[in-house]
């Protein structure tokens, strides 16, 4: 593969499912396609007919190849774009066509750098990556393209480049996705082999199935070209167990590489050290969190916890041939707009009560410094990989909150780890990796809110994330100084400020220019309900869906940021809710309910309109006490 010349491999498997024998005839044609998927233009390419004898109930296995000049190549966003070609096979028999098989694939050329990492195409791509449990929040598990776009609009907002589907085979549109917008994509099987992790778990038949899954697995998605990386174990049991752990991985290995041979195999692992047999199978060393050491903090010194030190230095020295990402970092906590007191003063803290959690109210402050005991924060991830340039990059664990596993509180619905919550509302986090992610975006993002009465006079520290160098900082106009960020450091702190009510505001530099500005103000009083719609036109077929956020905003409309209001959805017209959500971990009540109390100022209600009944919905937000609002869209 260049940009002058591409070689197109295509292996057709032909089945007579008659009771005669039967020549056909193949013929193909190659398409390029728009950014929607459509096809543009003429054929750019044809591959040679060739004819083929079927036994009986036979099968055939047709191989044909073509030369396409001057190929657009597929590749990632920002940096590259992604460019699709659709193959249109057809066979033939007596001049009749028969069958008709429709296959779109990228044609890329994608690198390991041992002290680089991925490059695609002939360019040094970082690993900007989130991993991605397979739910939608408030719509369940079943695949929705419109639900799963917006999750990908997000992260490609925020500069993600990269999505891990863990820890199992995602919906072949969700890779559709992922081809057309210009994500890589580690492709994911299996999060237990024979040692079980919970005991209705994948182990019960990993020896029987295990292979033909594996086969069927690749198969299915082999021809997508944002797959980068077959992942075909995480955090298995099997790292431990010495050879018989690796001779499982090198069986599985095996396989991948028959199935497709021109990418890379990784396995994902916790704990396991260089020495460990299993280390040494896969192409790419995938590691989870260790590369940021785990139980570091002076707090666990002498648990019988499992401790590591920061493992990509000791990797890299053992396979110094070998390309190392985390696979899994961070696990950070939060709530969306829930700030507590007192801050640590640490770059990454595990989350305990009073000290970033609150185990009654089953909240987690939104200073992001707050992680899981064996995860970090992020800045604690970007610090170990910038002190180690050679690891290609990461996946933070997670992109999007997601149902279930609720750590730190069991009793919760859904995850606080996401660096968006559940109903699809940024948290400060986005910010933070935004900064780190598209450093030439001009940005400024200030935390907390600045509503705290209660906190009249008392030390409310204010972080900032940027993509500036330094920020100067004012309080009612006066500065708090200018800071400048040091070496291995990606936020600016103001630990020392007393609250007073007012304005808060960041004014960004970069390179001794202003770069950005940003306002937080105290708020009045809730006055209204203010509703803002992802879009106003959707397809009248009951998949296409419209996100409708509403906020509770003071007489100037400002979001009043604390407010928690119980709010009231009706539909009017050839529409209806499919589910509301306000992204609080805590809140029981279900999905599909009309009704949701706002979470730190938001909510959200999820509309779809109603097959072949085209016309306009109208969608009315009500609450006791504020301003109602109402917004209308067409539904078509």
């Known amino acids: 593969v260049s940009e002058a010349s591409a070689t197109i491999k295509l292996n057709i498997n032909i089945d007579n499912d008659s009771e005669s024998s039967a020549i056909v005839v193949v ?75 429709e296959t779109e694939f990228g044609i ?55 999505i891990r589907m863990a820890h199992n085979p995602p919906a ?105 047999p299993f280390a040494r199978v896969a192409d790419v060393i995938g590691l989870n969190y260790q590369g940021e050491g785990i139980r570091q903090e002076p707090e666990f010194e002498g648990t019988e916890r499992i401790r590591t030190k920061p493992q990509y230095g000791y990797f890299h020295a053992a396979y110094p041939d070998r390309v190392i990402f985390g696979s899994e970092v961070a696990s950070s906590f939060s709530s969306r707009g829930v700030y507590l007191f007192p801050v640590s003063d640490k770059m990454s ?22 992680a899981v005991d064996f995860g970090s924060s992020p800045d604690k991830v970007f610090m170990m990989q910038d002190l180690n340039p050679f690891v290609a990059g990461a996946f933070v664990w997670t992109g999007w909150d997601h149902l279930g596993e609720p750590t730190p509180y069991y009793s919760s619905r859904s995850s606080y780890c996401g660096i968006i919550d559940l109903a699809g509302f940024k948290k400060d986090r986005f910010y933070l990796y935004q900064s780190r992610w598209r450093p030439d975006l001009p940005m400024v993002h200030i935390l907390p809110h600045w509503n705290w009465a209660e906190r009249l006079g008392e030390i409310t520290p204010v972080h900032i994330f940027t993509t500036g160098d330094e920020v100067e900082l004012f309080l009612n106009g006066k500065s708090k100084g200018r800071k400048k960020k040091g070496e291995l450091e990606y936020r600016l702190r103001w630990d020392d400020i007393l609250y007073e009510a007012g304005e808060l505001k960041a004014v960004a530099y970069k390179n001794g220019e202003q770069w950005a500005e940003n306002v937080v103000q105290t708020t009045g009083e809730a006055f209204s309900l203010k509703m803002e719609v992802d879009r106003d036109r959707i397809t009248a077929d009951r998949k296409d869906l419209a996100f409708v956020t509403v906020k509770v905003t003071d007489r100037e409309g400002r979001m009043v940021p604390d407010a928690a209001f119980p709010v009231r959805f009706i539909v009017e017209g050839p529409g209806e809710i499919v589910a509301t959500d306000n992204g609080d971990p805590s809140d029981m ?42 917004y209308s869209l067409t539904s078509e």
Not at 135 to 156: H, I, M, V
Not at 220 to 232: A, G, L, T, V
Request: charged fraction near 25%; proline fraction near 5%; include cysteine.
């Open 27 to 101: 013929n193909s044609e190659v398409y390029e396609l728009s950014a929607t998927g459509e096809i543009l233009s003429e054929a750019v390419g044809s591959f040679p007919s060739k004819e083929v004898a079927l036994e009986a109930k036979g099968k055939a296995v047709s191989q044909m190849s073509m030369e396409l000049n001057n190929p657009k190549l597929w590749g990632p966003r920002p940096q590259q774009r992604p460019h699709l070609y659709k193959a249109l096979t057809t066979l033939s028999q007596n001049g009749k066509i028969i069958d008709r098989y």
């Open 108 to 162: 890329r050329h994608i690198q390991m750098a041992p002290n680089q990492g991925l490059i695609v195409n002939g360019e040094l791509i970082k690993i900007k990556g989130v991993n991605q449990h397979h739910d939608l929040g408030a719509l369940g598990a079943a695949f929705n393209k419109r639900a799963a776009e917006r999750q990908l609009e997000l992260l490609q907002e925020m500069g993600c480049n990269a």
């Open 172 to 276: 072949p549109e969700l890779l559709d996705l992922a081809d057309r917008m210009g994500f890589l994509v580690v492709n994911e099987i299996f999060d237990s082999w024979q040692r079980k992790k919970t005991a209705h778990d994948f182990h019960l038949i990993f020896d029987e199935w295990s292979e033909a899954d594996l086969r069927s697995f690749i198969r299915r998605d082999r021809n997508h070209p944002s797959i980068i990386m077959w992942s075909y174990g995480n955090e298995v049991g099997e790292q431990y167990t010495g050879e018989a752990g690796a001779a499982i991985a090198e069986r599985l290995d095996a396989i991948v590489r028959e199935e497709d041979p021109t990418r890379f195999t990784t396995l994902s692992m916790n704990y396991a050290k260089p020495d460990m």
């Open 349 to 370: 803290s595990p989350t305990r009560d009073g000290q970033g959690g609150d185990s009654r109210n089953a909240q987690v402050s939104s200073y992001e410094l707050y």
């Open 589 to 630: 009540l279900a999905f599909p309910s009309s009704q949701r109390n706002t979470f730190s100022g938001k909510c959200l209600a999820i509309v779809r309109g109603k097959v072949d009944e085209p016309g306009i919905i109208t969608i009315k937000a009500l609450s006791p006490g504020l301003r109602e609002s109402s």
